[in-house]
C-alpha cells in the first residue's frame, strides 16, 4: 500500500520542522547572552580578554542573523542542508569565542550543546552524527589550543589537568548522550504522532462510510412508500392505457424507472447499514461484519459464538468495527489455513479471542505488540511465504488504539511455546489476540433483550 515506509517518511520529513524565524530568534539570545557575559566578565570580575576579536567573532553572528531576518521571511521551513549549516555556523563561532576566553576554562563551554540538541532533534541522523563529531573536535581543539583567562594583573586562571581532562569527557560524553537521547524521544515522539494521525484517519473513514450508509438507508426507508405509490399508479394506467400504446409506454417506462430507483437504493443501503434499526446489533452480526472483508482470501474463518444465554446486542460503533477488522486480517495475512473467532460473554464483560494456525507473534517483540512501527512477524520462514508483505505494526496500533477508546482491553499472546519444537498444521498454534470489555460500555442491555429503539428521525434539508 506504501511505497516507503512511515519511519522513512518521518526520517526525510525532519528537516522541514523547524522555521528560520525560531533559529533566528535563539541566535538572538545567543547573541545577548555572550555580550552580557564578556561585558561583566571585564567589569566585576575584572578579566582582561581581546575585546576586539571577541566583539568582532560576535558581530560575525550578529550580522548573519541580520541578513537572515531581512532576506528571508521569517516564516520559511528549513530545509536539511539549511539548518545544518547554521548549526554548524553555530558551533563554529561559539568555538572562536571560546579560544579568546579561556577554551575549556570558561564554564560556558557547556553552552555546546545546544546545537547537538537541536540537530539531534530537527535533522537527520547523518547530519547529527556531522554536527556531534564537530563539536566534539571543537572541544578537543579548545583543550588544548586558546587564549588563556586572565586577570587584569596579569594573573592566570587555569584549572588543574585533571579538573580539565575532566570538563572535556563530560562535554564530550554529553554531546553523545544529549544526540542519542534526545534523537530517541524526538523519533519516538514523531512515531507516535504519525500512528496516531494514521488512526484518527481510519477513523475518519469508517465514520464516513457509516455516515454515508445511514444516509442512504434512511433515504431508501423513507422512499420506499413513494416508490411503490408510483408503481402502484403506473401499474394501474398501464391496464387503463391498452387502447392508446404511445401513452401506455410511457407508463412502462414510469413504472421501470421506479424499479430501478428501489434496486440503486436497496444496493447502496448494503454498503452502509446505521438506520436506527442497526446501531445496536447482535454480538456475532458485529464480528460477522467486520470479518466479512476478509472472508474470501483463501482462509477458513471460523465464528464460534457461546451458547450461554442470548447474545449480547452491542453497539455498532465505528472503532469497533474497524478495530475488529484489522486484527482480523491480521490475522488472515500469518494463518496458513484458519482463523478462529471466539466470543463469550458473560453479565460483567464480553471478550473476542482472535487466534491463527499461522507462526505466531516473534517473542523478542511480544511484549511491545500494539505499538507504532514494530514488525508484527518475524519468523523466517513466514517470511518466506508472504514476501510481499512487510508488516510495521501500524495496523496493530490502529486497532489497540481504536478498541481502547471504545473500552477494551487487548492482550496478545503466541498459542504454542518457543521450545515446541514442530507445530500442527491446522491447530490453534499461532497468534492470540483477546479483547475485553465491561458489558456495560458496549452492551445495550445486560440479559441480551433490547427496548424499542423508537422512529427514524426525519432527514432534515
Known amino acids: ?65 541580520l ?67 564537530f563539536a566534539v573536535l571543537a572541544v578537543t581543539v579548545l583543550a588544548f589550543f586558546h587564549f588563556p583567562l586572565r586577570m587584569e594583573s596579569g594573573s592566570l586562571l587555569l584549572m588543574p589537568n585533571l579538573f580539565l581532562f575532566g570538563n572535556w ?56 412508500t413513494p416508490l411503490a405509490t408510483i408503481k402502484l399508479l403506473s401499474s394501474e394506467m398501464i391496464d387503463e392505457l391498452d387502447d392508446r400504446p404511445e401513452l401506455r409506454s410511457d407508463a412502462e417506462l414510469v413504472r421501470d424507472q421506479a424499479d430501478r430507483c428501489h434496486d440503486i437504493l436497496r444496493s ?43 447474545q449480547p446486542i452491542v453497539a455498532r460503533r465505528p472503532e469497533i468495527i474497524h478495530g475488529l477488522r484489522n486484527l482480523v486480517q491480521n490475522a488472515v495475512d500469518f494463518a496458513e489455513t484458519t482463523v478462529w473467532i471466539d466470543a463469550a460473554w458473560t453479565e460483567e464483560r464480553i471478550e473476542i479471542r482472535i487466534i491463527d494456525d499461522g507462526p505466531g507473534y516473534p517473542y523478542d517483540v511480544l511484549s511491545r505488540i500494539g505499538e507504532p512501527f514494530v514488525h508484527q512477524r518475524g519468523a523466517a520462514g513466514h517470511r518466506v511465504n508472504r514476501k510481499e508483505y512487510e508488516g510495521m505494526g501500524l495496523g496493530l496500533f490502529i486497532a489497540k488504539t481504536l478498541l481502547e477508546r471504545s473500552g477494551a482491553a487487548l492482550s496478545f499472546a503466541n498459542g504454542q511455546a518457543p521450545t515446541t519444537a514442530r507445530r500442527r498444521k491446522g491447530s490453534r498454534s499461532g497468534a492470540i489476540v483477546e479483547v475485553m470489555w465491561p458489558r456495560d460500555l458496549i452492551s445495550q442491555d445486560k440479559d441480551g433483550r433490547s427496548g424499542g429503539l423508537g422512529e427514524n428521525r426525519p432527514i432534515e434539508a
Open 1 to 65: 500500500m506504501e511505497s516507503q515506509s512511515p519511519s522513512l517518511l518521518a526520517e526525510t520529513a525532519r528537516g522541514n520542522w523547524v522555521s528560520l524565524r525560531t533559529l533566528i530568534v535563539l541566535r538572538w539570545i545567543a547573541i545577548t547572552g555572550q555580550a552580557a557575559a564578556i561585558t561583566v566578565a571585564q567589569e566585576y570580575f575584572n578579566l582582561s580578554f581581546e575585546l576586539g576579536l571577541c566583539y568582532l567573532v560576535i558581530g560575525a553572528s550578529f550580522i548573519a542573523n
Open 67 to 133: 541578513v537572515a531576518t531581512f532576506v528571508f521571511p521569517g516564516s520559511r521551513r528549513l530545509s536539511e542542508g539549511e539548518i545544518f549549516f547554521m548549526l554548524m555556523f553555530d558551533i563554529g563561532q561559539l568555538s572562536a569565542l571560546l579560544f579568546l576566553t579561556g577554551g575549556l576554562h570558561n564554564p560556558f563551554a557547556l553552552l555546546v550543546l545546544a546545537p547537538v540538541t537541536i540537530s539531534a532533534t530537527a535533522l537527520q541522523q547523518r547530519s547529527t552524527i556531522a554536527t556531534s563529531a
Open 169 to 224: 569527557a563530560a562535554i564530550s560524553i554529553g554531546i553523545v548522550f544529549v544526540a542519542i537521547y534526545d534523537r530517541r524521544v524526538s523519533s519516538e515522539i514523531q512515531a507516535m504522532n504519525q500512528a496516531l494521525l494514521a488512526t484518527q484517519m481510519a477513523l475518519a473513514r469508517e465514520q464516513k462510510l457509516t455516515d454515508l450508509g445511514g444516509v442512504v438507508a434512511a433515504a431508501a426507508h423513507e422512499l420506499g
Open 268 to 310: 447502496m443501503g448494503r454498503a452502509g447499514k446505521d438506520d436506527l434499526h442497526m446501531r445496536h446489533m447482535p454480538l456475532g452480526e458485529v464480528i460477522r461484519e467486520a470479518a466479512e472483508p476478509h472472508s474470501e482470501r483463501g482462509r477458513n474463518l471460523k465464528i464460534d459464538l457461546s451458547d450461554e444465554a442470548p
